[in-house]
């Protein structure tokens, strides 16, 4: 909501500032390839809301009877969260999510000329009398009702305006903004969201795609512009090149805006493990917030300025999600890191055999393209304090 006045974004009343709607059981399946099972989208849900997730778009009941089952098993879980159904602006996608005994649905219509014409041959007009009819008949049932403008980064803003009206006329109580193609960077996300915030007294929600790498930007770009629910996935898997990844918004969210979305940091890693793991897809090592080595160090010039002073190069601090820092030794690790990594095996090194235990290090590294387990490391100093204790021992008299 703005500040009518300032046209600004309110201050965020206290506690929970931003609500992220998590879609990975719905937009995250639609990933090519991925298929999660009954058990794992239980699993899944009970996962997302111990996280502190507060809304759940669990699934399509227009896809049919199991999906229809699975959904009704989630809501049967009695979750402390909102679990909303994804159907499309039609009746009996909306039959379909009551039979599958749902509370809340977010119902989608296209928003852009360019998919009203394209997709469906319909109009502006026909686009606002769906909404009305639809979403009041969603609301005459009993179910709180989220609308979703497909294609919005395309539309007209003035016609999304329109649609934000319609939508809160009929008795919607939030509009959801789809980046559906990914083609917004922030500062036209920022722009968009505050055209429609200006307009509208509808709780404003943003669902960001990926397929320029701006998910994440634009999720904050369009909260900071007045958007108050992020729509994400876990990791961000989605469709294409997927959607703004929950674990990096709800940090990003703390720690550049100072704003809390009532996640639980310390649970993200073990959600995003147990997302790729039911997925079958890896998380990558370098994966932002969870993956592996986000809080591993090898150079040696960061790993010299962390031995001393931890804030030289930590902005985020790995506690705070229930990690630490670790040091591995590799090709560009330096003097100060051959010496800690020696003496937590028990083995103090001066500098002269430091140094040539850090030329096996690279030579090493160099030639396997990996790091140097502490087993091998040992071996290499080792090897270099033989070598010193013969270049010490006295040469023997020759005829001896």
Known sequence: MLDPVSERPRPPSAGRAVFLNDTTLRDGEQAPGVAFSRKEKLALAEALVAAGVPEIEAGTPAMGDEEIETLRSIASLKLPARIAAWCRMSENDLMAAVTAGLSAVNLSIPASDTQL??????????????????????????LSVAVGCEDASRADPDFLCRLARAAQKAGAFRLRLADTLGVLDPFSTHALVRRVAVASDLELEFHAHDDL?????????????????????????GERAGNAPLE????????????????????LRALALQVSAAAGRALPRAKAIVG????????????????KDRST?????????????????GKHSGL??????????????????????????RAFATRTKGVVPPAILREFYEDAFREAALRRRPARPVGA
């Open 117 to 142: 014409a394209g997709k469906l041959g319909r109009d502006r007009a026909w686009a606002l009398e769906t909404v009305e009819r639809v979403v009041g008949l969603a609301r005459s049932l009993g």
């Open 336 to 361: 100060a890191a051959i010496q800690m990594a020696l003496a937590d095996q028990g083995v103090q090194v001066d500098a002269e055999r430091g140094r040539a235990v850090l030329e096996r290090v």
């Open 292 to 307: 592996e080595d986000v809080f591993t160090h090898e150079s040696g010039i960061h790993v010299s300025g962390l031995l």
């Open 248 to 267: 990096e918004v709800a940090i990003a969210l703390r720690q550049t805006a100072r704003l809390e979305c009532g996640i639980d940091p310390g649970a």
């Open 213 to 237: 790498g701006l998910a994440t930007a634009n999720t904050l770009a369009a909260v900071m512009g007045g958007a108050r629910h992020a729509s994400v996935t876990v990791t961000g898997l």
């Open 313 to 329: 190069y930590e902005a985020l601090s790995p506690q705070v999600l229930g990690r630490d820092h670790l040091v591995v030794i």
